[in-house]
DNA sequence: GTTAGCACTCAACTTACTAGAGTGCTAACA
DNA sequence: TGTTAGCACTCTAGTAAGTTGAGTGCTAAC
């Protein structure tokens, strides 16, 4: 009982099981793997193999008299140990990304089509986030009488206007002070580091104009908070109607609801952005993602990462009977691709 | 036969059939009717006249021992002249919207949602168009050696940055000729105002710097153009599912695409822009709106202005039998309440 | 340890039947 | 002439019963 183990003839048969699932998305049976693998075993061994596999909780009967499904115990058994990596198709995407837009959402919107397109499931890309990069450059300009424009430019030309509403008229000179203070205090410094004893000094030092420090002040950590609930773009909801599993009208309206909504998404980043494996890459199997609409889906994320400090996530939704080997594969391609792009530009 | 008359009975019998399947979603049958009405009469006549109504193309049958439901025709006519209009629950809606955001693309996506949650039914927003919007202030900075940055504020702050890489490093003294040279030359115009005589009168004046002023131009001629191709934010996409005759798999996923890829929206926007009748309200039954994927549909739109010249389109996509009176009512309380909103913010 | 064989299970499909809502038509009525 | 009662007919949706086939577990023999 308890001292089962998985040996080299389980893992064959329970690898034949996924591999024949992932393709057919149907129960498997004893009779096909038998036929299946090299392992030139009977059905009927199969069979008992495949209780002991059921036992030990890789596999699952959806009823009585059907084949095994994988469990998510066997999926993570599979993307864990058993899958075999292939680093080719690298070159099939490297051309369509290139010569992509400039603008950053833009690109994003593009990068989440192109793995949507490719891969046949649905995909999110999440801006990547600025709270560790460094201001460049500010600048206030007189718009109007009582507007002002803030320019913020962050390391990597990520840039955030504010208007402010200012109640003195100001002449050029002072503008012209305003800007020099304001940029040999706050430039180079990420927006973590700007503390209380600094502001208070930038606004000693403008005197009457104080208000106007503290406004841009706000002004950049308005623009933080704004990154910090971070842009989501996803791509090719509609894909999930190629998964009989998911196209269900209970389950399909859930998940495009949570496609459409993005803070369950977002939390899904925050974890995949935290955790730390080496590869970057991360599986989520079924409930392993909690988010409840979910529930039958696979979910694999990759970050990327465009010079210091700024980290995004690329993600895959799919089915849990996903091509784990073609999506990863996909993911590191253009995550590659990304940090390429941001070589070049820089 | 050719000689039929839509008297004062098919009117009120027509009515009560369109009413009656706006609520169930099912084929209504004589004997319906003939409770239904304060006409008084017997099922037997009511089917007379429904004869008569089914051979005038206002009304068809699902199969031949099914009631009857509304053809387009009969949608069409229900809309144009059969509706009550009323005006209530502006009310409702009214402080919900105010305290809005002041970024323009968190409003429009707020503004979606809203009209979405508020309907049941899927909506879209298109951002105004700027094209004849005027430009209010440029300004051009250094953000390093050799990259500026050029920002261009429009009427309505509408802001647009631009990076510019340059050859020569330029000192401040150029630079601040260069930034009034191109405000005195351009600021208060419309973008397509701007034309080649301009530009090459603004390139003599600068002398060695006269690419820089072509950058610039580059930079407004490529804002513009992105703006044309309008940016559109849809909600509620999941509402399909509340109505079966739009949830089977097939059609469900269509329309998820048409929603997800939006450029079909984006003709439908330019239609219902382009269309200029009094009160801005546009209804498109079924094939009118000629999407493919949205023949099952009505698109309900109504166009907003926010000061002069920015225009865009709000609408609702449900099922034809959708609450007409309602989604009307709610597209005219939230286009004023948009209007309201400009009108305080300037 | 492996396998052939057999009884058993269960979803999925087919078929037949029923109920009920609705129609069109005819004939009678005011 | 318009209205209505009545009736035969149609067609979907739902139910019940039977059939098929893939698959299992277990036993006994190799």
Redesign the pocket.
Known sequence: MTDMQLDDRKIKIMQAIIRNYLETGE??????ISKYTDL??????I??E??DL?EMGYIL?P??????IPSDKGYRLYVDTMMEKKDKELEELKEVILEKEDKMDNLLKQVAKLLAVNTNYASMISAPAVHKNKIKFLQLSRVDKNQLLAVIVMEGNIIKNNILPVAEELDDETLLKLNILLNTHLSGLAPEEINLPMITRMKQQAGIHSTIVGDVVDALAEGIKEEEDLEIYTSGANNIFRYPELADQQKASELINTFEEKDKLTELVQDSLSDNNETGIQVYIGNETQIQSMQDCSVVTATYELGEGMRGTIGIIGPKRMDYDKVIGTLKTITHQLDELYNKKT
């Open positions: 129960p498997v049976g004893s009779r096909t030139n075993l009977s059905s009927a061994t069979r008992n495949m209780a059921e009967q009823h009585t008299s059907a084949g095994r």
